[in-house]
Each structure stands twice: as C-alpha cells, then as structure tokens.
C-alpha cells in the first residue's frame, strides 16, 4: 500500500489480546477522512462495535480511522461493551485530533469476554504515531484469527490508472469455538459519494460475502466498511465511467476475497460451488441452493469424494420450494450424474468421483422448472472441522 | 407379542436386498383388516411405496398386510419404482387373497437403485406361510439400517387390561449416505376409527417424532403407520375413555422411542433436549429451537463437551426471530451458564461442563419475552458421524 496508496495508512501492535506475541491490534487512519459505507450482520445479536458504527453511519459523518482488534469479539458483554468501544474509540479521536464520531472500532474473537481496555489504550499512543508504517499485508495478518492465511487484493483501474483499490478481510470460513466471523474492508480514492459507496458495495457484497457458506452459522461481529478519500476531480460524464469501472472491480475482488475465505477456512478440502438453475424464480434457486450448500450429509459427502446423488435430491426435496423430482438435473462439472430424477447410468459415477477429488468443483442443479437461477459456495465438512471445533478451549 | 396380539402377526426372511444374510424383509398381517392413519414425509422427493401409501390412506380402505424391506428405499427411480411397488402389493394381496388396495409397502435403505423385485418375490410365499412366526423385535431386527439396536415396546392400558399397544421403529438418527431415515408402526386393538387414530396419530407424531433432530436432513421415505383391528366392544361412554388412555399411552411409546431413534444413533454420544422458553409466541419458540438444535457449531460444542454459550446466543440471534439479547438466560440441567445476555459469572462455566459430562442433559434458553414455549431433541456433531457419512460407499 504504501507509495501507491498514501491516504490510507496502517499501522499495527500487539496489546496482548491474545496469548499470542503476534500483532493482534491494527489502526486504519483515512487522511483525509474517508466517505464511506457499512454492511453489518443481520443477528439479532450485535457486538458493541456493530452497534456503534450502524449508529455512526446514520449520521452521515466522514470516517478518520477504525481501529481493529482480534482475540475478543466484544459481544455479550451487557453495557460495558458500548462503554469501552466509545472510550477506545474517544483515545483515538484525542490522539489524531479529529472528532470524535469519525473514528470506528472493529472486533472479532471471543464471544462473552470484555475488551481488556487498559492494555489496549497503552498502544495506542504508538499505533498512531506509527501510522503508515505497516503494509497491507502486516494490517491483514494482524486482524487474523484462525485464519491459514492473511487475506488482501489491490488493484488499479486500467481505463483510470490514477484511481487505486485495495481490500482486506479476515474469516476461517470454518469458525472457532467463540470466534466471530467476517471483517473486511476497501479502500479507494475515486471520489465517490457515501451513497455510490453504499450502492456499490451493497451490490457486490450480496454477490459475495453474502455468497459463501460454511456452517450455516451467522456471526454477531461480521462488518464490511467500503471507503473513498479520493477528491474526485474528474469531469461529471468522466465520474460515471469511473463509477463504473470501479463498482466492477469493487465485484471482483470482493468476490476473489470471498472465495478465499472459504478456502483458507480450517478443516476446508473443498471448495464447491453450488449452483442451481430452472427454477420458477431466482428467489426459489437461492432456497433450494441454501439447503444443499448446508445440508450435513451433502457436505460430509463431498468430504468423502463421493457422488451421493442420493442426498442431493433428498435435500432439493425438503427445501420447502415446489419441485418435480422427475425433471431434475444433477451435474459435478460437466458430468451429468442424474437425469429426470434418476442415476444418468454408463459410467457417470466414476467419473463423477473423478471431479470431486479436485479441491474445487460446481455442483449444479437444475430444476427444470424455469429460468430463475443462484449460486453460492460452499464447503465440506470434514473430521478436521469437528475435532477443531470440539478440542477448542478443552 | 406372540399370545398377547395374535391380531397382528409378524414374518421376517432374507431375500438378499443386503449383502449380509441378515433378514431384510419383513411382512405384516392384520388380521382382520386394521382401520388406520398415516403420516408420511413431507418431503417434494418421495419414494414409490410413500406415494402408494398416500393415495390408499385417502381411499379409507382398511388394511390387510404391509410389507417392509430394508437395504432399498426405491426412491428416485422414476416410473419403475411405482411398477414395482404395485406389483410386489399385489403378489402379497393374491397369496393372502385379500383386495389388492388393502396392501402397502415401506421401505428404507439406498437412494436410486431399483428394487430387486424377483429376489423379493422369491420369498413371498414363505412370508405369508410363516406369518406369525416371528416376534415383535425379530420384526424390528429385520428393518434395522444402521441402526445399532432394534426398537420397539408394548404396553397394556392399566385401566383397560384387554386393551394393547406396540409399537416399532427404524431410524438410526444420523442418516447414513443413502439411507432414508425413519419408519415407525403402532397396532393396537382398541376399536377407535379411522378418523380417531388419525387425529391421536397426529397429536402424538407432532409431539415425538417431529421433535427430533440429528443432522436436519429429510428423508424421502419417512412413515408412520398406525393401525387398530379391535373390534371396539366398549358401550359409548367406555369407549371414550379407552380412547383418552390410547392417546396418552400412544403419546408416551411414541416419545420414546423417538428419544432411541436418536440415542441410537450411529456417532451420536449426547441426547440434548432444547428447551426455548419466554418467547412471544410458541412459533417463536420453535424456530429458535430448530436453530440452535441443528447448529452445527453448537452440536460440535456438546461433542467437545464445552459450555460454549457464544454460540448458542449466536445462533438465537440469527434465528430470525426478534430477541433481546440482554433479557436471554441459558442454562445446562439446573446450572445457569448466561444471565441478562452475558457470562453468568463464579464457577458456573466448570459446573455447566460438568452437566455436559452426562450422555444426556438440557439446555434452556429463556427469552425472557412471554410465554411461548418449545422444545426438541438433538444429538452431538461428531468426529463419528463424519466418518460414517463420508466413507461408507468409498
């Protein structure tokens, strides 16, 4: 990030958060302030800092830093996690000498534990003054939590070279024990307003993020926060162009980051896109498509590299959407398994087995019902995943 | 139940449906004809013999025989699997010379292979012959799948001596690869009709079998029959009596056996009853419930035998029912584990881990919200379970 993209800067510490002596704080300074937008988890249950910023982001306020932990999720904690994301958040804003509603918090890790606030105050000082000195990649992988590996992309558009995008998540796809999930977040200079920001990243978080399944879990922490400090100074039919070929590539590399997050997940051996076609409406696929992505026994199969076409049908059958067995289609790649809601027969099966030994395939389905169609991804769940989940804290 | 239900008489015998030499079907006789209800998957992906069973439930004839293999769903096979459920009923009704419309099929095992009809009518014959010959748990043994251990009781009402009930069901709550999960029939000689067996059936159905839940897989070929041939002797006002009493004992054998269903399980070392309380309606109360019993983060959790309570308020969050989390309580048997949404504090965590120690326990969760109430049965996720359904076939 640095050189190319200087109004973004990183810095990170370890307050000891985490047992660990790795880096487990990280501070974002947008200079200048960053317009922005934010997609939050829709549980009920709500980490303070979620709270905090869906309140903030209301107000319409630009954003002068979001500073990000890992280790404690800051959920569950009753009262005190609102007064210690604001008392952290007020250190910040001192320290940088910016209003105080323009700073943000961010936390993933442990459910039920309060934020050990002191030792996180006394680095505080020294992840501002630092402020640019760690790359993307140091900010990535201080955010982690039982991720393999540190998550990041940037880009530049080729039409603009000017106008740069950089992004970062961090999520096992597979979640620990008390882990909250997803955190990511984009930044960019193409002078977009908070509400392109909020139009763009709605769109291309649906098709990604909100894309991906790995236990069906949903978590109290997940955030994405998409920000721009660029000033904008194209001409007016210039700046829709830009928009354009930003709102593209916005799609893209959150849906690369995306993948990735399924595949750096513990436990993870594959990565299996499901997508299911003909149905009557696309709102019939993407039910259809859930209840396959989390089906238990789908998903151990997978895991056993076996083309049970068996338990594929069966959970088409209860996804509560009207289908007639007999005009489905099962495909693994391009091997047609099931025809009209029978085994396809020859050798299909082999060579199904043949597809589901690579770490990534398409399961597709298609009802014949329609043109209504969705995809999501998801992955197996394999022996690793339970011992990781059960031995965790033990 | 030799000598006390001659009424229902019982032949098992190996037609090679299975590789073991096992028996693997199994035939009943009603005799006399039984009135009768059924409750069959609701699943869109039914078997050949649910679709039969469903259009002579709706006939109101009474029936004279079901036959019951193992090994063999006979689902997803297109026309045939009708051809070849119509044409082994009928050989049943011509050996037993009864109407052919009075015979059903039920069968459980492999998705997608047809049926192997002239193995079967092989030792038809030697069915009827021998009808009566076997016992009420050799007629259980024969349905087994992976079930570890055949399920069945009778009972005697105390008030009504002449008046019995049996029961008997398959399903080895984790579901095998292609396996199709429960069957379930009860007999009895009570002289109730076809429209009381129906509405007790139900009652008792609702509260049993459809409260639990191992991996929230459907099966196509669930059935649950329940059968009375009782001449019904009773002067009116008895006879009103002696359905109150069925229906609390058909209640009670039901419970039960639902409850082994999942003991049974294969890879399954914890019974859990979920137990919602404190919610608006008794709708919010079960989706909540569902949500946190088919989690897979918290069945993982039971498997490790941790008290992880951010993942049980995880996933009441994301149960799309609206909760207060600072109002939601949780507790393991007597111990409570979350108070007002956060950590119950003192040794609670070591003593809930304690009650997890047990093979069985309940976990409550009080919204603190109302009245509504609901519970359900679950089972562990575990390291077994993901064996099993990964490398039988492989």
Known sequence: MRGKMTNFRFSVA?????QTKRPDIALIVAHPPARWAGFFTTNAVKAAPVVLGMERLKKGVPLAAILVNSGNANACVG??????????????????EVPEDQVLMASTGVIGQPLPVEKMKRVLPGLVEQSGSATLKEFATAIMTTDRYPKWEEAQLDAYPGVTLAGVVKGAGMIRPDMATMLGFFFMNAGLSASDLEALGRGAVRDSFNRITVDGDQSTNDTVLVLDNGDGTQSASNAENVKRAVSSELKRMMRSLSEKIVDNGEGVSKVVTVLVEGARKERDAEQVARCVANSPLVKTAFYGQDPNWGRVMAAVGYSGVEVAPERVDIYLDKVCLVKGGCEAGGDAERRAADVMKRRAFTLRIDLGDGQGKFWLITSDLSVEYIKINADYRS
């Open 14 to 18: 370890n307050a000891g958060i985490k």
């Open 79 to 96: 009262e005190r996690g609102t007064r210690d994301t604001l008392e952290l958040c007020r250190e910040v804003a001192d320290l940088l």
